[in-house]
């Protein structure tokens, strides 16, 4: 939501820049989200019935975001949303702060299945936001044929060659690699690295771009006919009028859960639980699904979804569509590896 979210005030950016302290008014909330990903009019409801100032800053990958607040950030943001293999990368660097189920009154509207994660047992961090899948879709005009396998990625047909997007995302890109290839994540062999560095190396030629912001409007502008994107977002393109499908390929594909995290050094925490409330009322985190085609993870949702989202194929994979795959956290040692492999990619 690059251009419908309210800035940083002026206020806060001549405090920045005179080095005063980043400590807020009491009446604010510095939110660091993705992009096109939470509806305006959402933040200004919150805005009005608790009388916060809303402002907010968007990320195009989990990478970029904890770059970021690594970078010299952390203290500006309250929350951050992050994938859930980084929520765990958070906890573990101490980007996190902690509460209890207490402290948030609606704790017990989250579904059950995301309560107790391996990313964040018991929640002390973290709530639900949306889920999804991240795969590829394809415009149909350009292409008929079989689009239940992930060659259509890694070694597409003549007629996508050169057409196909790909996320500037580095965990989703791997994973998907190692899931073609059938190899664990976070592999330590190394011909199975070797492996999936070639893999990478050698499809690079047939994409026609590294595009996450616009992974959508490359589809419906015509620019890519093929592209690895996330469900709710395929589902977007499909309503602004590209013909394409979703995959769902039998090797299998990327599942994965995004937070609100309340970060530490949160100049207005007591504003950043009051937003996580918030959105564990059915009726508001119901407004980002709809508005963002994903699936919520908060009980009571169901009956407050828009009719053509129930039944969106984006949200409904066919009978015979594998079981997703969460990304991995790797140990540092290994991750190391991986960091090359996405250096020498992105080159």
């Not at 902690?98 to 989250?110: A, H, K, P, Q, R």
């Not at 949306?130 to 003549?158: C, H, M």
């Not at 965990?171 to 070639?198: F, M, T, Y």
């Not at 490359?218 to 979703?246: C, H, P, Q, T």
Request: glycine letters at 6%.
């Amino acid at each position: 939501m690059k251009n419908r979210v309210t800035r940083l005030s002026s206020a806060m950016a001549l405090c920045a820049c005179l080095g005063v302290s980043s400590v807020q008014a009491a009446g604010s909330l510095s939110i660091y989200h993705w992009f096109e990903y939470i509806p305006q009019e959402l933040l200004d409801k919150f805005s009005a019935e608790h009388d916060v100032e809303v402002t907010m800053d968007t990320f195009d990958s989990n990478e970029s975001m904890l770059a970021a607040l690594k970078a010299g950030k952390m203290g500006s943001y309250d929350v951050a949303v992050p994938g859930d293999y980084m929520v765990a990368i958070m906890r573990e660097e101490g980007l996190l702060d902690s509460f209890e189920s207490s402290d948030l009154s609606n704790f017990g509207n989250m579904e059950d299945k995301w309560v107790d994660v391996d990313f964040d047992p018991g929640r002390k961090h973290s709530i639900p936001y949306q889920w999804g899948s991240t795969s590829f879709a394809v415009n149909r005009d350009v292409y008929k044929e079989d689009i239940s396998t992930t060659n259509i990625l890694f070694n597409p047909p003549e007629a996508l060659s050169g057409k196909v997007n790909v996320l500037d995302s580095q965990g989703e890109v791997l994973a998907l690699g190692a899931i073609h290839l059938g190899i664990p994540q976070c592999s330590q062999d190394r011909e199975q690295l070797k492996a999936l560095n070639n893999l990478l190396q050698e499809a690079k030629p047939h994409w026609a771009s590294f595009n996450s912001d616009g992974a959508k409007d490359v589809l419906v502008s015509g620019d890519a006919a093929a592209g690895m994107i996330w469900n709710g977002f395929s589902a977007k393109a499909r309503v602004e009028g590209a013909n394409i499908e979703y995959a769902y390929p039998k090797q299998g594909y990327i599942v994965w859960m995004d937070n609100v995290v309340l970060l530490n050094d949160a100049p207005n925490r007591d504003n950043a639980l009051k937003f996580m409330n918030f959105l564990l009322e059915p009726e508001n985190i119901a407004a980002v699904t709809n508005f963002a085609q994903y699936t919520a993870g908060v009980k009571g949702v169901h009956d407050l979804l828009d009719a053509s989202l129930q039944s969106s194929p984006e949200t409904n994979p066919p009978a015979d569509a594998p079981a997703g795959t969460f990304v991995a956290v790797c140990d540092e040692a290994t991750q190391a590896f991986y960091d090359q492999i996405w250096t020498n990619l992105k080159k």
